[in-house]
């Protein structure tokens, strides 16, 4: 088989990944191995079948060596239909591909055979170039993965545009996305300064740009411009109109105004006419926030609130969703609710609530949540009545962990099967807990904190295995109950609660903590600002949730969200367009299925009861 081309594809020379190690410059590779161990398989046996068409079992010259005609045509429709359809390749000892590298088609059929894909950001393109052409399914399904997977700011514009140059529509919304999301780090790169006009301008209005602040829209349109500023300038005035400038602050405007492009390029007009619009008093309804539509959306469930008197406790059915984040003047943040449904009767509190994906059991029963209809389904009941438990998803089941019924504290857990809809019991705990909170992380089941059968919060962090029971880790440094932790970046993040001193007083927990399961040791980050007891928490574009919960305290009701951003290292308050109550849940909305698992009390008999419905 001989193969070459003249030049190379457009693009080719697109910027590599690197790491410095050892002083040299080393790109980074990634080997994909191929998971669809049946593919080759099944199309071996299709073509050794007897068709009356030409025999596949013997071998074709290939540079250097030989390689089997089954193998390529089992891997490849491009040459399964050169090899069995007559054509006049399939009687040579060899095919000519003068549109191909001999390099790129030995890479394919060393896939072939190995199953392993050896890919850069140096080499991708490339061979996903030659794997579209020739259909060589097995190696363009894992480029399609590296190229989704390992996307970065540097890289994810030349995916955007190799997306487009192929009508790759699924690659493409993904690149596009990592560019919205991470604006501010693509904005900084060499390639941003490249983008056409029309691209810029497509983003810079998209209701799904993720920017902390104004100044950081207004740097990327002067750095755009200030590239090729005499072919650019003429589109400064629509530029600038993307950006809302009333937002920024003094400090941030003052950027603005000592900017050289204003007396550089004759655009004082310009200036003067950005300047008003920050001064202005009546902001134009556009200006007063830019609107963010976040991918992936909270979603808000139950709850209840206090009353003045502290007498009675409302507790509500409804589910909210985050419809939108918002940015306000300066740092201000919000988030706008609409509400979605409600739970159905009898309200109730701390309840538990998971997501689960029931795409494989389709055919067992329908799995859909008609929000005009608001239906639920009602579920098999658990063994066991409990409440201020804790419930995960693994491995296509359901477990409730621990929890109380008065007076009772729980240390058995138990796991729901949706193929039989039916409980059974796994092993127990080591001991009674309640108020812990339990999360999967690399496909292990964490435990952290909870109360004990003296009403004691414990510091524990332990490993719960469905039949091996209890693995004991590091302990928090800070013992906590009734606390808030969430899986973020490969780490667990804990925060709020509440703590017991001298084994008699409850307070409030306001310290923070994340667990590096690599390490197994725990480490302190920034403090809550305000007492978040029984609160809600979630994870939403990598960035830390709570929301609600009360004052051990003084049992007052906080009724604000908070979030925690790792990368700066912050707490943010973000206010909201409805009160926020306790013992609410606090979910990700992502066209997965959201299931209520066992609930505490019946509003009205005062009972512990142990329903569980889906919708």
Not at 120 to 139: G, R
Not at 220 to 229: F, H
Not at 303 to 312: K, P, R
Request: charged letters at 25%.
């Amino acid at each position: 088989m001989e193969s070459e081309r003249d030049g190379d594809m457009e693009g080719s020379g697109m910027e590599q990944e690197k790491q410095e190690e050892g002083g040299e410059e080393v790109e980074k590779q990634h080997e994909h191995e191929l998971n669809e161990e049946n593919h080759l398989e099944e199309h071996l046996q299709q073509n050794q079948e007897p068709t009356g068409q030409e025999d596949l079992s013997d071998l074709l010259e290939f540079v250097d060596g030989k390689v089997h005609r089954v193998i390529l045509a089992a891997s490849s429709d491009y040459f399964r239909a050169m090899f069995t359809l007559g054509m006049k390749e399939s009687n040579q000892p060899f095919v000519n591909l003068p549109f191909l590298l001999a390099s790129e088609l030995e890479v394919l059929i060393g896939c072939s055979y190995s199953g392993i894909l050896a890919l850069s950001w140096s080499c991708v393109f490339e061979i996903t170039s030659t794997a579209l052409q020739l259909q060589y399914q097995p190696a363009l399904s894992m480029c399609l993965n590296f190229l989704q997977q390992e996307i970065n700011p540097q890289s994810c514009l030349d995916v955007a545009s190799f997306a487009n140059a192929y009508g790759m529509v699924q690659l493409l919304e993904v690149a596009e996305d990592f560019v919205l999301r991470q604006f501010q780090k693509v904005a900084c790169t060499s390639k941003f300064k490249d983008l056409p006009a029309k691209q810029l301008l497509k983003y810079l209005n998209s209701l799904s740009l993720c920017v902390p602040s104004e100044l950081v829209v207004f740097r990327a349109v002067v750095s755009w411009i200030q590239a090729k500023p005499k072919i650019r300038l003429r589109l400064a005035k629509e530029l600038m109109k993307t950006i809302h400038f009333p937002l920024m602050t003094f400090k941030e405007f003052k950027e603005v105004r000592n900017q050289n492009m204003w007396s550089e390029h004759s655009l004082k007009e310009l200036y003067e006419t950005i300047f008003e619009d920050f001064c202005s008093i009546e902001v134009a309804p556009q200006n007063q926030c830019r609107i963010y539509l976040p991918k992936e959306s909270l979603v808000l469930i139950g709850g209840d609130q206090i009353s003045e008197d502290l007498g009675t406790r409302s507790i509500s059915r409804d589910l909210w969703f985050g419809n939108s984040l918002r940015n306000h003047m300066g740092i201000k943040k919000a988030m706008e609710w609409r509400k979605l449904g409600e739970m159905p009767d009898p309200a109730r509190f701390e309840k538990q609530m998971c997501i689960f994906n029931l795409s494989s059991f389709k055919q067992m029963f329908h799995c859909q949540y008609d929000p005009l209809r608001n239906n639920w389904e009602t579920l098999a009941e658990m063994r066991e009545r409990r409440c201020s438990f804790s419930v995960v998803v693994l491995d296509g089941k359901i477990y409730a962990i621990g929890g109380h019924c008065d007076p009772e504290y729980r240390d058995s857990v138990e796991r729901y099967c949706p193929a039989t809809n039916s409980w059974s019991y796994t092993c127990p705990l080591d001991l009674p807990l309640s108020g812990h909170v339990a999360k999967v992380l690399q496909g292990q089941i964490f435990i952290s904190g909870g109360l004990n059968n003296d009403y004691l919060c414990l510091a524990s962090t332990f490993l719960y295995h469905p039949e091996r029971g209890s693995t004991y880790l590091d302990n928090m440094s800070k013992p906590r109950a009734y606390h808030c932790m969430e899986t973020l970046g490969g780490c667990l993040y804990v925060a709020g609660g509440m703590t017991t001193h001298d084994n008699v007083n409850a307070t409030d927990q306001l310290a923070c903590e994340m667990y590096n399961p690599a390490a197994d040791s725990w480490t302190s980050f920034p403090p809550l600002p305000v007492p978040h007891m029984g609160a809600g928490s979630a994870v939403l574009e990598g960035k830390f949730y709570v929301l609600g919960g009360y004052s051990q305290e003084d049992y007052s009701d906080m009724k604000m969200v908070h979030r925690y951003d790792p990368a700066t290292q912050q707490w943010e308050n973000m206010v909201t367009n409805r009160e926020v109550p306790y013992g609410l849940k606090l979910l990700e909305r992502n066209k997965s299925l959201l299931y209520q698992s066992d609930v505490d009390k019946d509003e009205n008999e005062g009972n512990f009861i142990h329903n569980f419905y889906k919708f």
